[in-house]
Protein backbone atom coordinates (compact mmCIF):
# COMPACT_ATOMS: atom_id res chain seq x y z
CA UNK A 1 0.00 0.00 0.00
CA UNK A 2 1.12 3.52 -0.79
CA UNK A 3 2.36 5.65 2.38
CA UNK A 4 2.71 9.14 3.98
CA UNK A 5 5.40 10.07 5.80
CA UNK A 6 4.89 12.89 8.55
CA UNK A 7 8.35 13.97 10.72
CA UNK A 8 8.23 15.29 13.97
CA UNK A 9 11.26 16.78 15.75
CA UNK A 10 9.48 15.49 19.06
CA UNK A 11 6.67 13.68 20.42
CA UNK A 12 5.62 11.84 23.55
CA UNK A 13 5.94 8.82 21.05
CA UNK A 14 5.05 8.01 17.80
CA UNK A 15 2.46 5.18 18.42
CA UNK A 16 0.06 7.82 21.04
CA UNK A 17 0.37 10.13 18.31
CA UNK A 18 -1.21 8.05 15.80
CA UNK A 19 -3.73 6.92 18.37
CA UNK A 20 -4.90 10.09 18.86
CA UNK A 21 -5.12 10.81 14.91
CA UNK A 22 -7.10 7.59 14.44
CA UNK A 23 -10.16 9.29 16.88
CA UNK A 24 -10.43 12.18 14.20
CA UNK A 25 -10.28 10.09 10.95
CA UNK A 26 -8.72 7.62 8.71
CA UNK A 27 -4.78 6.99 9.51
CA UNK A 28 -4.29 3.61 7.28
CA UNK A 29 -0.62 4.47 5.04
CA UNK A 30 0.23 7.56 7.91
CA UNK A 31 3.78 6.70 8.76
CA UNK A 32 5.20 8.99 11.45
CA UNK A 33 8.71 9.51 12.37
CA UNK A 34 10.79 11.31 15.26
CA UNK A 35 13.56 12.91 16.18
CA UNK A 36 12.72 12.62 19.97
CA UNK A 37 10.15 10.80 21.88
CA UNK A 38 10.07 11.83 25.29
CA UNK A 39 7.86 8.56 26.52
CA UNK A 40 8.89 6.03 24.23
CA UNK A 41 6.93 3.27 24.98
CA UNK A 42 8.31 -0.79 25.08
CA UNK A 43 6.30 -4.08 26.08
CA UNK A 44 4.36 -3.23 28.97
CA UNK A 45 5.24 -0.63 31.38
CA UNK A 46 8.47 -0.35 29.50
CA UNK A 47 10.17 2.74 28.11
CA UNK A 48 12.19 2.91 25.09
CA UNK A 49 15.81 4.65 25.11
CA UNK A 50 16.59 6.56 22.01
CA UNK A 51 19.12 9.34 21.54
CA UNK A 52 17.50 12.40 19.95
CA UNK A 53 18.79 12.18 15.93
CA UNK A 54 20.43 9.20 16.08
CA UNK A 55 17.82 6.51 15.96
CA UNK A 56 14.68 5.27 13.88
CA UNK A 57 11.40 5.81 15.70
CA UNK A 58 8.63 5.47 14.05
CA UNK A 59 4.81 4.45 14.15
CA UNK A 60 2.91 2.94 10.40
CA UNK A 61 -1.09 2.63 10.58
CA UNK A 62 -1.90 -0.36 8.55
CA UNK A 63 -4.85 -2.18 7.51
CA UNK A 64 -5.46 -5.07 9.10
CA UNK A 65 -9.24 -5.99 8.52
CA UNK A 66 -8.94 -9.09 6.16
CA UNK A 67 -7.07 -10.82 9.05
CA UNK A 68 -9.26 -12.39 11.90
CA UNK A 69 -8.91 -11.27 15.08
CA UNK A 70 -7.65 -14.22 16.46
CA UNK A 71 -5.02 -14.56 14.07
CA UNK A 72 -3.20 -11.44 15.40
CA UNK A 73 -0.34 -12.65 16.29
CA UNK A 74 0.27 -13.38 12.98
CA UNK A 75 0.91 -9.77 12.49
CA UNK A 76 3.83 -9.90 15.51
CA UNK A 77 5.22 -12.44 13.33
CA UNK A 78 5.36 -10.68 9.89
CA UNK A 79 6.57 -7.23 11.78
CA UNK A 80 9.74 -8.76 12.58
CA UNK A 81 10.44 -10.80 9.46
CA UNK A 82 10.22 -7.53 7.40
CA UNK A 83 12.98 -5.72 9.87
CA UNK A 84 15.06 -8.99 9.06
CA UNK A 85 14.92 -8.99 5.35
CA UNK A 86 16.08 -5.55 5.63
CA UNK A 87 18.83 -5.82 8.38
CA UNK A 88 20.35 -8.98 6.87
CA UNK A 89 21.22 -7.24 3.76
CA UNK A 90 22.91 -4.44 5.65
CA UNK A 91 24.80 -6.95 7.94
CA UNK A 92 26.12 -9.43 4.78
CA UNK A 93 23.76 -12.51 6.22
CA UNK A 94 22.58 -13.21 2.89
CA UNK A 95 25.86 -13.57 1.51
CA UNK A 96 26.58 -15.82 5.03
CA UNK A 97 30.17 -13.41 6.13
CA UNK A 98 28.01 -13.18 9.51
CA UNK A 99 26.23 -16.54 10.63
CA UNK A 100 22.33 -16.37 10.44
CA UNK A 101 21.98 -17.44 13.70
CA UNK A 102 23.41 -14.25 15.33
CA UNK A 103 20.39 -12.09 14.14
CA UNK A 104 17.20 -13.50 15.55
CA UNK A 105 13.75 -12.41 16.44
CA UNK A 106 13.28 -13.02 20.52
CA UNK A 107 10.01 -13.91 21.77
CA UNK A 108 7.52 -12.78 21.12
CA UNK A 109 8.56 -9.78 18.65
CA UNK A 110 12.20 -7.65 19.58
CA UNK A 111 15.33 -7.80 17.29
CA UNK A 112 19.06 -9.09 19.02
CA UNK A 113 22.01 -9.55 17.53
CA UNK A 114 24.21 -11.75 18.98
CA UNK A 115 22.24 -11.39 22.44
CA UNK A 116 21.96 -8.01 22.18
CA UNK A 117 18.70 -5.86 21.66
CA UNK A 118 18.54 -4.36 18.46
CA UNK A 119 15.62 -3.75 17.99
CA UNK A 120 11.68 -3.20 19.54
CA UNK A 121 8.24 -3.40 18.24
CA UNK A 122 4.98 -2.53 20.10
CA UNK A 123 1.59 -3.50 18.11
CA UNK A 124 -1.93 -1.24 19.02
CA UNK A 125 -4.40 -3.02 17.57
CA UNK A 126 -8.53 -2.27 17.53
CA UNK A 127 -10.78 -4.79 16.38
CA UNK A 128 -14.32 -5.01 14.87
CA UNK A 129 -16.54 -7.99 15.40
CA UNK A 130 -14.08 -11.24 14.63
CA UNK A 131 -11.33 -9.17 12.29
CA UNK A 132 -8.96 -6.67 13.15
CA UNK A 133 -9.45 -3.39 12.36
CA UNK A 134 -6.41 -0.65 12.61
CA UNK A 135 -2.85 -1.52 13.73
CA UNK A 136 -0.69 0.99 14.98
CA UNK A 137 2.95 -0.59 14.61
CA UNK A 138 5.51 1.08 15.81
CA UNK A 139 9.01 0.08 15.52
CA UNK A 140 12.52 1.39 17.33
CA UNK A 141 15.72 0.56 15.85
CA UNK A 142 19.42 1.53 17.19
CA UNK A 143 20.50 2.54 14.11
CA UNK A 144 24.18 4.98 15.29
CA UNK A 145 23.57 5.37 18.86
CA UNK A 146 27.20 4.34 20.45
CA UNK A 147 26.03 4.66 24.66
CA UNK A 148 23.26 2.99 25.95
CA UNK A 149 22.07 3.62 29.71
CA UNK A 150 19.34 0.58 29.92
CA UNK A 151 22.28 -2.27 30.06
CA UNK A 152 19.33 -4.97 31.37
CA UNK A 153 18.74 -5.53 27.70
CA UNK A 154 22.02 -5.10 26.39
CA UNK A 155 21.21 -2.72 23.63
CA UNK A 156 23.26 -2.61 20.16
CA UNK A 157 23.17 -0.42 17.62
CA UNK A 158 23.97 -1.22 13.42
CA UNK A 159 26.92 1.17 13.74
CA UNK A 160 28.25 -0.69 16.67
CA UNK A 161 27.96 -3.73 14.57
CA UNK A 162 29.15 -1.79 10.98
CA UNK A 163 31.79 0.64 12.90
CA UNK A 164 30.12 3.05 10.43
CA UNK A 165 26.66 5.56 10.25
CA UNK A 166 24.19 4.50 8.06
CA UNK A 167 21.97 7.25 6.50
CA UNK A 168 18.46 6.98 8.33
CA UNK A 169 15.97 8.27 5.60
CA UNK A 170 16.72 5.64 3.06
CA UNK A 171 16.91 2.88 5.92
CA UNK A 172 13.34 3.77 6.92
CA UNK A 173 11.61 3.63 3.59
CA UNK A 174 13.31 0.61 2.98
CA UNK A 175 11.90 -0.52 6.36
CA UNK A 176 8.50 0.06 6.13
CA UNK A 177 8.35 -1.38 2.66
CA UNK A 178 9.74 -4.25 3.71
CA UNK A 179 7.13 -4.87 6.41
CA UNK A 180 4.31 -3.74 4.34
CA UNK A 181 5.53 -6.78 2.08
CA UNK A 182 5.16 -9.43 4.69
CA UNK A 183 1.86 -8.08 5.94
CA UNK A 184 0.47 -8.49 2.30
CA UNK A 185 1.72 -12.15 2.75
CA UNK A 186 -0.72 -12.46 5.47
CA UNK A 187 -3.72 -12.07 2.88
CA UNK A 188 -3.23 -15.57 1.76
CA UNK A 189 -2.49 -19.42 3.58
CA UNK A 190 0.41 -19.77 1.48
CA UNK A 191 1.96 -16.83 2.61
CA UNK A 192 0.88 -17.13 6.25
CA UNK A 193 2.71 -20.89 6.18
CA UNK A 194 5.69 -18.55 4.80
CA UNK A 195 5.39 -16.45 7.74
CA UNK A 196 5.00 -18.99 10.21
CA UNK A 197 7.85 -21.23 8.92
CA UNK A 198 10.24 -18.38 8.69
CA UNK A 199 9.55 -17.12 12.10
CA UNK A 200 10.64 -19.80 14.01
CA UNK A 201 13.29 -20.50 11.70
CA UNK A 202 14.68 -17.10 13.03
CA UNK A 203 13.00 -17.45 16.32
CA UNK A 204 15.46 -17.20 19.21
CA UNK A 205 16.40 -20.27 21.03
CA UNK A 206 14.19 -22.53 18.78
CA UNK A 207 14.73 -25.87 19.28
CA UNK A 208 17.74 -25.39 22.11
CA UNK A 209 18.00 -25.38 26.15
CA UNK A 210 18.21 -22.01 28.21
CA UNK A 211 17.52 -20.75 30.92
CA UNK A 212 14.63 -18.77 32.24
CA UNK A 213 12.60 -16.76 34.70
CA UNK A 214 9.57 -18.01 35.93
CA UNK A 215 6.70 -17.70 38.91
CA UNK A 216 8.62 -21.51 40.02
CA UNK A 217 12.01 -19.48 40.07
CA UNK A 218 14.85 -20.25 37.64
CA UNK A 219 13.97 -23.19 35.42
CA UNK A 220 16.39 -25.07 32.29
CA UNK A 221 13.44 -25.35 29.75
CA UNK A 222 13.75 -26.26 25.49
CA UNK A 223 11.88 -23.65 23.46
CA UNK A 224 9.79 -25.90 21.25
CA UNK A 225 7.70 -23.05 19.21
CA UNK A 226 4.52 -21.22 20.01
CA UNK A 227 1.03 -22.18 19.83
CA UNK A 228 -1.94 -21.04 17.80
CA UNK A 229 -2.15 -17.52 20.64
CA UNK A 230 1.54 -16.91 20.35
CA UNK A 231 2.18 -18.13 23.43
CA UNK A 232 5.79 -19.60 23.82
CA UNK A 233 5.99 -23.19 24.13
CA UNK A 234 8.44 -25.37 26.15
CA UNK A 235 9.44 -28.66 27.47
CA UNK A 236 10.75 -29.20 30.97
CA UNK A 237 13.40 -31.52 31.88
CA UNK A 238 11.28 -34.48 32.30
CA UNK A 239 8.93 -33.83 28.40
CA UNK A 240 6.29 -31.84 30.17
CA UNK A 241 4.55 -29.23 27.79
CA UNK A 242 4.98 -25.79 29.43
CA UNK A 243 3.28 -22.87 27.75
CA UNK A 244 3.72 -19.09 28.63
CA UNK A 245 2.34 -16.13 28.32
CA UNK A 246 4.25 -12.37 28.10
CA UNK A 247 5.30 -11.44 31.18
CA UNK A 248 4.95 -14.83 32.86
CA UNK A 249 8.59 -15.82 31.53
CA UNK A 250 12.18 -13.88 31.52
CA UNK A 251 14.77 -14.97 29.48
CA UNK A 252 18.10 -15.20 31.03
Known amino acids: M ?5 HLDIVDSTNSFLLRKQEEGAI ?6 ADEQTAGKGMGTNT ?3 EPGANLTFSMAVDMAFLK ?14 LLDVLDTFFGLTHHSVPMGMLTVKWPNDIYFDGHKLAGILINSTIKADLMDVSVVGIGLNVNQMRFLDWPTHPISMKMILGKDVA ?6 QLVNAVDRRIQQLRSLEGIAKIKE ?3 HR ?15 IVKLYVDGIDEFGRLKTL ?3 GRCQVYDIKEIKFL
Open 236 to 238: DSV
Open 2 to 6: PFTFL
Open 28 to 33: CGLVVT
Open 203 to 217: LYRYHEWGDFETKDG
Open 69 to 82: AADQFLLSQAVPLG
Open 48 to 50: WES
Open 198 to 200: DYL
Open 168 to 173: LEPLLK
